[in-house]
């Protein structure tokens, strides 16, 4: 709560709303990092971003029921979307290389 005085001095009490946050967006996120450190250990970065990916979907359906910001959720899903690609890439590049 502030207390603010308004022009003619009497006080008026304004309720500022406590600093929310998104749990399961943050632990996207911070997934996704981990997934992107460890992108050469296969074993290590598709669990990790699947599950990153899980608490990033997660995290966007609560943030919108909830209404809590959702932005971290946001970049945790494309930041794995993205490290999936390249990891499907980098994996069809290399199979095709012992194909032949």
């Known amino acids: 709560m502030v207390n603010i005085h308004n022009v003619l001095g009497s006080a008026a009490v304004v309720h500022v709303p406590a600093n929310q946050s998104n749990p399961f967006g943050t632990a996207s996120l911070v997934l996704g990092i ?42 945790g899903c494309v930041l794995i979307a993205v490290l999936f690609t390249i990891i499907l890439t980098v994996g069809a590049a290399i199979s095709s290389a012992f194909h032949h």
């Open 34 to 75: 981990i997934a992107t450190v460890f992108f050469c250990l296969p074993f290590i970065s598709i669990p990790t971003a699947g599950l990153g990916f899980i608490f990033g979907v997660a995290g966007i359906v609560l943030g919108i029921v909830q209404k809590r910001p959702i932005a971290t959720s946001i970049a």
